[in-house]
């Protein structure tokens, strides 16, 4: 007579639960890493023109000048003073942007007439300082800026036929003026006497502030009077 089978054995009532609750864990595991993961990426990159953007844009390199000769000398008649006298001068012009060289080029007809001008309504004394060729810098910046389309037209400062004529065309006042004080100071009537050019020339002028486009300066490679 054969033996029962044997009834096949039941299963282990704790392993399903265990296997859940490790399943649970690994999901959660991801779940944490997905979330710091982003939140790494969001503080790295999101941030990055405070900190990595703002780095690299303080190592921009800075663009090297360039200069571009206006050729020959100028030589032009400067306005009658002592006598007749005359300028040479050799003129550079300074740059931060290459690409306005094609430009200068381009233009150079007029740039070489706006500054034979320039230079032939100009006293022999005005020239003859530091302040005086500032100046002369200064306007020649303003006038190439305007033919190069980089600046107002009207910005450059006016060529005027200077003050000393000019005082002599004034309306007259309307009352007497009163009799000279004999006492007065031979230096303060000295001074007031000295011509206009002179006292001009002995202004202090500054360059132009923040010039970091268009014509930055000017240089002088020659500047004879004779």
Request: net charge negative; glycine share 6%; no cysteine.
């Amino acid at each position: 007579m054969s033996k029962p089978a044997k009834p096949a054995a039941a299963p282990e009532q704790g392993a399903a639960p265990a296997k859940s609750k490790k399943m649970l864990f690994i999901i959660i595991g991801v779940v944490v890493l997905l979330i710091a993961g982003g939140a790494g990426w969001y503080f790295t990159q999101g941030h990055a023109p405070e900190g990595e953007h703002a780095e690299e844009a303080k190592a921009a390199p800075v663009l090297d000048p360039k200069y571009i000769p206006l050729g020959e000398n100028f030589t032009v008649n400067l306005l009658h003073e002592d006598g007749d006298q005359y300028l040479q001068a050799g003129i550079t012009l300074k740059i931060m942007d290459p690409a306005l060289e094609a430009q200068i080029k381009a233009r150079m007809p007029e740039i070489k007439s706006k500054l034979l001008f320039l230079l032939s309504n100009k006293l022999p004394s005005e020239l003859q300082t530091a302040s005086g060729k500032q100046r002369l810098v200064n306007e020649i910046i303003l006038a190439m800026d305007a033919v190069l389309g980089l600046g107002d037209a009207h910005a450059a400062p006016r060529q005027e036929a200077h003050a000393a004529p000019a005082a002599a065309h004034a309306a007259p006042e309307p009352h007497a003026a009163p009799p000279a004080d004999t006492h007065a100071s031979p230096v303060a009537d000295a001074h007031d006497a000295a011509p206009a050019s002179e006292v001009a020339a002995s202004t202090v002028v500054a360059p132009l502030p923040n010039k970091t486009t268009g014509i930055v300066d000017v240089l002088f490679t020659a500047f004879i009077i004779q």
